[in-house]
């Protein structure tokens, strides 16, 4: 699989996961997103498809690398496209 199509599904997962924000992007938890099961078979490594969706302006967080645990509590912001 591709990166552009890692983050594609990644989109999808945000949305699935996430609660749709008045500013009308989707907000979610990393360690919702970590600890889910479809993401976790889905991604091979989701902090890489996190730092590629970053670079890409497609989502935004706070900080360079997400670690589980120390950052379960941060917003991943899947942008408005």
Do not use: W
């Not at 008045?22 to 360690?31: C, I, R």
């Not at 919702?32 to 902090?47: I, P, Q, S, Y």
């Amino acid at each position: 699989m591709n990166v552009e199509e890692e983050v594609k599904l990644l989109k999808e997962e945000i949305k699935r996961l996430g609660a749709l924000q008045p500013d009308g992007t989707y907000s979610v938890k990393f360690g919702v997103l970590f600890n889910d099961e479809k993401c976790a078979n889905t991604f091979e490594a989701l902090v890489g498809t996190l730092r590629a969706g970053k670079k890409r302006k497609v989502i935004k967080f706070d900080g360079e690398l997400l670690l589980q645990g120390v950052h379960d509590n941060v917003d991943v912001v899947l942008l408005k496209t």
